[in-house]
């Protein structure tokens, strides 16, 4: 059985997802948009896995996943500059494996794509 989350880890999670997101619409990911499905951070705070969808791209999302892991430095620079954290967890990027939010939004891009010819 699952153990519920603390309010403090849902709180960091939330901070987490907020800051996460602002830092990875900056980064050039080839037209790519990149969205902060979920985080989970582990109760002691060590790590966090950010769990990311995206839509619209030409490139394999495994690429785009790596791309975001060579600025995962500068998020927890940021993490650390702007929380009261005093262990900022080692963070994990995976794709979310949850298709249908995505796949959703990309099926109604496609139709309007297509409206459009």
Excluded: C, W
């Excluded at 969205?35 to 966090?48: K, N, R, W």
């Excluded at 999302?61 to 993490?79: A, M």
């Amino acid at each position: 059985m699952k153990k519920e989350k603390s309010r403090k880890i849902l709180r960091i999670n939330s901070l987490l997802k907020e800051l996460i997101a602002k830092k990875i619409a900056v980064i050039d990911l080839s037209g790519a948009l990149a969205t902060v499905q979920e985080i989970d951070t582990a109760p002691d705070l060590t790590h966090s896995k950010v769990y990311l969808s995206f839509i619209s791209s030409n490139r394999e999302p495994q690429e785009l996943i790596n791309e975001i892991k060579k600025h995962s430095r500068d998020f927890e620079y940021q993490i650390l500059k702007e929380t009261e954290l005093k262990t900022i967890p080692q963070l994990h990027f995976v794709l979310d494996k949850r298709p249908d939010y995505s796949t959703k939004i990309e099926l109604i891009l496609k139709k309007v794509e297509k409206g459009k010819k």
